[in-house]
């Protein structure tokens, strides 16, 4: 796809090596090219996927799986942004939405498990391999990884949970329950600004036109607004943290927000407007 770009604007010769003009330039040199920016989140994706492509399968193990799948996630996502941005076809025209989401079983990953399970070298090479992803996708966003959080939380009806334990007044060791921990700038990592703009662009991805006072559209700070009162969504905390420790709140929001708004406007996008104002 990314050859076809640059034949598109650069002419065909542009996808070959100038000293061998029968061979056409690698993965690597094609995304130097198109990506020049070498801190660009979709950049560093592909170089990472591409490591893994040219590790020795000696190292590879199966929970492989649970460190790449975030980035492969995030890489089908951009792979649909470009052949939009770059060739003017919508992937999801031709393939269903919900076939671009990976399904894979996940678990939490225990390190001392894998030292365990394999050699010293796969054990090493795994967990450093594991340290640089998890680094990268903390300091990087959505273009780099999907991330998936594992959150446990006690509870004493048996219906909701999903595993078991017992608390032994005995045991030699000692442990204490966190009600609940989370950082604000990993769960509510928007603000109201790259909100609107998210949900602007999920709108036109799916090709939704909003009707507001009678005419066309665009999804504002206006109806953001309109949209937090008619729901009281600042007071819910899985879609908005509240900043208190300024002088007047601040607002970020979750990837919950964007979600529930599109949702909402994708039930009734000629009438939600005028109705939450109303």
């Known amino acids: ?31 130097k090219l198109i990506f020049t920016n070498d801190k660009d989140p979709l950049r560093l994706n592909l170089e990472k996927i591409i ?14 799986e649970m460190v790449y799948v975030p980035l492969f996630q995030a890489n089908i996502l951009n792979y649909n942004e470009k052949m939009k941005a770059f060739h003017s076809i919508d992937m999801t ?10 399904s894979v079983s996940m678990r939490a990953l225990d390190e001392a498990e894998i030292i365990a399970t394999y050699p010293e070298a796969v054990a090493s090479r ?55 921990l989370q950082d604000p700038n990993q769960t509510h990592k928007y603000t109201a600004k790259s909100c609107i703009k998210a949900i602007q662009d999920r709108l036109r991805k799916e090709g939704i036109e909003i009707i507001y006072n009678g005419k066309a559209a665009r999804f504002t700070s206006f109806h953001f607004t309109n949209f937090c009162k008619y729901y009281g969504l600042k007071q819910n905390e899985k879609l908005c943290y509240i900043h208190k420790q300024y002088s007047s709140p601040q607002y970020s929001y979750s990837q919950q927000m964007i979600e529930f708004i599109v949702d909402e406007i994708r039930k009734d996008p000629l009438h939600i407007l005028d109705n939450i104002k109303k």
């Open 51 to 64: 490591e893994l492509r040219n590790t020795s399968t000696h190292f590879i193990t199966e929970e492989y």
């Open 93 to 102: 025209s031709i393939i269903p939405q919900n076939f671009l989401m990976l």
């Open 126 to 180: 795994f967990i450093e391999t594991k340290t640089q992803i998890d680094d990268l996708a903390v300091n990087n966003n959505e273009k780099f990884a999907i991330r998936i959080d594992h959150h446990f939380y006690v509870t004493k009806n048996r219906d909701n949970a999903t595993n078991v334990v017992r608390f032994e007044k005995e045991a030699k060791d000692n442990v204490k329950i966190v009600k609940e």
């Open 1 to 31: 796809m990314l050859k076809a770009h640059l034949i598109k604007t650069r002419g065909a010769e542009s996808i070959y090596y100038k000293d061998h003009e029968n061979r056409t330039i690698s993965l690597e040199n094609t995304i």
